[in-house]
């Protein structure tokens, strides 16, 4: 990983060493591929220590009775079929619009 990292700072080098520079043909694609080459060996190194940030999701419901707005994460949403509200005791139904992804066509 650390190599495919050299060779890319090294073309990104000899890119700046020859003059090319975003105001040509050649210097707008060339310097192109190496900004992917960047976000690739950027997200690679991303994937590598997940454990650090790993993202939960939460979700904003509106109450239809009291409009009070619930936060919900996404465990909670996979898990339960309905909620009920702090505020009022409504019961909400949990429309599980995420796993009933499949049949969108
Ligand atoms: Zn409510």
Redesign the pocket.
């Known amino acids: 990983m650390k190599e495919i990292i050299k060779k890319i700072s090294y073309l990104r080098g000899l890119c700046n060493g020859y003059g090319f520079d975003r105001n040509t043909k050649e210097g707008t694609v060339l310097l192109g591929i190496l900004d992917v080459l960047d976000d690739i060996t950027d997200a690679i190194l991303e994937d590598g220590d997940e454990d650090d940030d790993e993202e939960e999701y939460s979700y904003a419901f509106i109450?239809?009775?009291?409009?009070?707005e619930?936060e919900v994460d996404e465990d909670v949403l996979n898990n339960e079929e309905e909620l009920i509200?702090?505020?009022?005791?409504?019961v909400?139904p949990v429309l599980n619009e995420f796993a009933i992804d499949d049949d969108g066509e």
């Open positions: 109450c239809p009775a009291c409009g009070q619930l509200c702090p505020a009022c005791g409504n909400i």
